[in-house]
């Protein structure tokens, strides 16, 4: 059968509407979580981070929040526009190594 | 604005063909990184050149080498292209330390 690692999660919201995208890391030692976004035809592209010893970071439209407890990661988006619409990838960065460890990627469509 | 080029959007090659793939970039980072990015397994890590003349295999680095001559430069090298070797590649660079890392365009490569 099919690898699971072939599907990207797609999440489909409506213009206007808030955005969650999940993710789930592996490593209790990790640093930093990063967020990065890749638009069609592009390279990824840093949205925001967060530290370990931190909860929720906000920025602009978008929050990251971080639960150790479970190991998860969530990246709200606030009013979600057409040009959201992109994979979004979670990374985290393990302490005191230049590596980032990316998940598989969310599909982000908005639909108008 | 950090700016990081690829030599090739688009590359097809056939199989047995040594094939380079190019990187510069224009912020005087330390760090470079290739990767390969395929649907649905996220971006894993092949080569990671630290300093000119300084690499470290990735998490992926059977089939390929890099060459870094020049602090801007970082090229990969494919010695004999293999099908399975099909995929977007990107290279991103970053200051020591920084766990945001730039990314290029990405080269999409496809081995008949």
């Known amino acids: 059968g099919e690898s699971v690692g072939l599907h990207l999660p797609t999440l489909s919201v409506q213009e206007g509407d808030n955005s969650i995208i999940n993710c789930a890391y592996s490593?209790?030692?990790?640093?930093?979580f990063i967020w990065y976004k890749q638009e069609s035809g592009k390279g990824p592209q840093f949205i925001i981070d967060?530290?370990?010893?931190?909860d929720k970071r906000q920025g602009q439209r978008v929050t990251v929040l971080l639960n150790k407890t479970v190991k998860h990661l969530s990246l709200q988006i606030a009013a979600t526009q057409p040009g959201d619409s992109a994979v979004y990838f979670c990374?985290?960065?393990?302490?005191?190594?230049?590596?980032?460890?990316f998940g598989s990627g969310t599909r982000l469509l908005v639909r108008p | 604005d950090v700016k990081v080029t690829q030599s090739s959007r688009y590359l097809v090659k056939r199989t047995g063909e040594k094939v380079f793939l190019e990187c510069v970039q224009d912020?005087?980072?330390?760090?470079m990184f290739w990767y390969r990015q395929d649907p649905g397994l996220g971006l894993r890590l092949i080569y990671f050149?630290?300093?000119?003349?300084?690499?470290e295999k990735g998490d992926i680095p059977e089939g390929y080498s890099v060459s870094r001559e020049k602090k801007e430069r970082f090229s990969l090298i494919l010695e004999s292209a293999s099908t399975n070797q099909t995929s977007m590649y990107l290279c991103?660079?970053?200051?020591?330390?920084?766990?945001?890392?730039?990314f290029g365009p990405g080269t999409r490569l496809t081995v008949t």
């Open positions: 991103a660079s970053s200051f020591p330390g920084d766990h945001e890392q730039y």
């Open positions: 490593n209790s030692a990790s640093d930093y």
């Open positions: 967060i530290r370990s010893n931190m």
């Open positions: 990374a985290e960065n393990p302490a005191s190594s230049y590596k980032l460890i």
């Open positions: 912020m005087d980072h330390e760090n």
């Open positions: 050149s630290y300093d000119v003349k300084m690499k």
